[in-house]
């Protein structure tokens, strides 16, 4: 059964109150992270997400930004997660493990909260994540660790799939 869905929004307040807000936001749902503003156009940001059993999934929307899950991080607050991203408007650059790919709407990148990793996100954006134990996807991928970072561009029939599966997962889990 779903948790209750929760919903947060950062377009009300101005400045550092809304970036401080959403580096808080990100850090409970998914793991502690540096969250840095690229540009110098003010921060906006919002996101609802639920539990949906072990996983967690999310919508989100914001401005351009930068995510850093440094070494130093990931000692004081180990994880075994493992969060897919599916783009859905906007383009990043993802890196970790000395792999960086360009990725664009309708492409999924995958990260191991267990390593240093840290997606720049230039433009504004929208995106569904889905995070869960690594053991999880480890279980039907045994190197998983050696896709993270790596542009999975899906033929157009694949990634209305996977899309669909996303849309429908965020739905089922927003319900009370």
Known sequence: MAEQPQQLST????GEPGLALWKDAVRAHYVP?????VAEMPFRACMSRAALGPARISRVVS???RYLRSAAAIREHPSDAIQATLVLNGRLQGSQDQRRSAILP???????????FAPEIF????????QCATGMLAFRVP??????AVDMACQADAAAVVRATFEMLAMQASRP
């Open 11 to 14: 377009w009300r307040l101005q």
């Open 33 to 37: 992270l540096d969250c840095l503003p």
């Open 63 to 65: 401005s351009p930004i």
């Open 106 to 116: 309708g492409h999924m990148v995958l990260y191991d909260a267990g390593r240093p």
């Open 123 to 130: 433009d504004d954006y929208q995106a569904l994540t889905l």
């Open 143 to 148: 190197q998983v660790q050696r896709c993270t």
